[in-house]
């Protein structure tokens, strides 16, 4: 059983939506190792007169969980391999 955990991220960028995902996964990875994706589950944008200024997205980094003999789910051990 893979477990993983999740990490909710916000970024914003002047560039572009790609550039404000890079940001939230450069910030993530400064403290947590081993990110292995991002779900980006919202993306948004201002405007000003009629041009987009900033980008913003709203996701998920995705981190496997470290498991110990003592991790339990229903009071079952959980297998780590």
């Given at each position: 059983?893979?477990?993983?955990?999740?990490?909710?991220?916000?970024?914003e960028s002047d560039?572009?939506?790609?550039?404000?995902?890079?940001?939230?996964?450069?910030?993530?990875?400064?403290?947590?190792?081993?990110?292995?994706?991002?779900?980006?589950?919202?993306?948004?944008?201002?405007?000003?007169?009629?041009?987009?200024?900033?980008?913003?997205?709203?996701?998920?980094?995705?981190?496997?969980?470290?498991?110990?003999?003592?991790?339990?789910?229903?009071?079952?051990?959980?297998?780590?391999?």
């Amino acid at each position: 059983m893979t477990m993983l955990k999740v990490i909710e991220v916000l970024a914003e960028s002047d560039k572009s939506w790609e550039d404000a995902a890079q940001q939230a996964v450069s910030k993530t990875v400064k403290t947590v190792h081993n990110v292995k994706s991002i779900y980006i589950e919202n993306f948004e944008a201002t405007v000003d007169n009629g041009k987009l200024k900033k980008f913003r997205v709203n996701g998920q980094d995705l981190v496997p969980a470290r498991l110990t003999a003592r991790h339990r789910v229903s009071g079952k051990p959980i297998s780590t391999s």
